[in-house]
């Protein structure tokens, strides 16, 4: 959905705690904290080293999302 300002509207607004990933697919992310429209997300790389990224929110849904 597009706002009235022409930008998308965000319908999914994680909090601290969830589980997510990106709209894209990938691995499994736990949001640590949120800053504006940027959520940082830590996961375990292939390496089983803690990642840590911003990624923006707009990007991100729920971990357990169904897909048509």
Not at 37 to 60: G, H, K, Q, V, Y
Request: glycine residues 8%; aromatic residues 4%; proline residues 10%.
């Amino acid at each position: 959905p597009i706002s009235e300002h022409g930008t998308p509207s965000q319908s999914y607004q994680p909090s601290p705690g969830d589980v997510v990933r990106l709209k894209s697919g990938g691995p499994e992310m736990t949001v640590s904290s949120i800053e504006g429209d940027t959520s940082f997300c830590a996961w375990m790389n292939n390496d089983n080293r803690l990642e840590l990224e911003p990624i923006a929110i707009i990007c991100l849904e729920p971990a357990n999302k169904k897909h048509d």
